[in-house]
């Protein structure tokens, strides 16, 4: 195994990663042949959404994932992470969701935030609430590039924390308290997952601290019209071509999209 990966391999991971998400072909764990550090996964995923800006995709966010227990728990990894958002991976509300873009896609209910300013040095929930201008329900879409969504804590930031997909609700001003309200994902009319906001750290709120402290740590600039997803307040649901995808949450006018095949 490799100790330190240099920059030509960081770049080579990123590539095939790319590759991967683009084909929609399950690969290996990239930590089961090489030495991948934390921070040299921070730089794969960073080089990956490169490749994505280069062919003209517009960084629109950040995501964090793995900031329930429920989220933590079903893949065995209790550490938050971050992905990075791209406005091609925005999937307009009413929308279908074409399932052969996809490896084996998983839907889960989320809180997001719409920035009106920029997040960089900040570190409080006041802090952080002065620069939202809104609050959405969302439903992100993860699907990990490796093989049986199986991943250790550094393959998965390599691959953008699984990001893939993002539907986004009907903002509202963020004096509506968004700490602890219902929310449930419905496949086919029939609940999947119920849960709360509160599961996402206690509060979304925290999430957004946490992404102000991620884009500080890799120099991710979020602001204006940036989206910001908390994390999934349950496990994630894997989808199948043909169902009908709602997510209900308390105070919130539901979202919907089609999985075609
Ligand atoms: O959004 C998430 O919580 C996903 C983070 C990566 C782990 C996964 O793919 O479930
Ligand atoms: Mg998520």
């Known amino acids: 195994?490799?100790?330190?990966?240099?920059?030509?391999?960081?770049?080579?991971?990123?590539?095939?990663?790319?590759?991967?998400?683009?084909?929609?072909?399950?690969?290996?764990?990239?930590?089961?042949t090489t030495a991948l550090s934390v921070p040299d996964a921070y730089r794969v995923q960073r080089l990956s959404v490169n490749l994505r800006v280069a062919r003209g995709e517009k960084p629109s966010g950040m995501k964090l994932g793995l900031t329930s227990r429920a989220k933590m728990a079903q893949v065995g990894i209790s550490t938050a992470v971050c992905g990075l958002l791209t406005d091609a991976m925005a999937v307009e509300e009413g929308h279908e969701l074409p399932f052969a873009r996809y490896i084996h896609p998983r839907a889960e209910p989320e809180i997001a935030f719409l920035l009106g300013k920029s997040l960089r040095g900040l570190g409080t929930i006041p802090e952080v609430a002065r620069a939202v201008e809104a609050v959405l329900p969302a439903i992100e879409i993860i699907d990990s590039r490796y093989r049986n969504f199986k991943f250790s804590l550094a393959d998965v930031i390599a691959d953008n924390s699984s990001s893939s997909a993002y539907i986004l609700g009907q903002p509202i001003p963020t004096r509506r308290a968004i700490d602890n309200v219902?929310?449930?994902?419905?496949?086919?009319?029939?609940?999947?997952?119920?849960?709360?906001?509160?599961?996402?750290?206690?509060?979304?709120?925290?999430a957004l601290v946490a992404a102000a402290h991620f884009a500080d740590e890799y120099d991710v600039d979020l602001g204006p019209g940036d989206i910001i997803l908390s994390g999934g307040a349950t496990a994630a649901v894997g989808l199948a071509a043909g169902q009908t995808v709602c997510l209900e949450v308390n105070g919130f006018a539901p979202i919907q999209f089609k999985v075609t095949a």
Do not use: C, F, H, Y
Request: hydrophobic residues 50%; glycine residues 8%.
């Open 1 to 32: 195994m490799n100790k330190n990966m240099n920059t030509m391999a960081q770049l080579d991971v990123a590539a095939k990663l790319d590759e991967a998400a683009r084909s929609a072909t399950a690969i290996e764990q990239i930590s089961l």
């Open 182 to 206: 219902g929310m449930v994902l419905l496949i086919d009319g029939k609940p999947a997952e119920i849960g709360s906001s509160a599961a996402v750290l206690g509060s979304p709120w925290r």
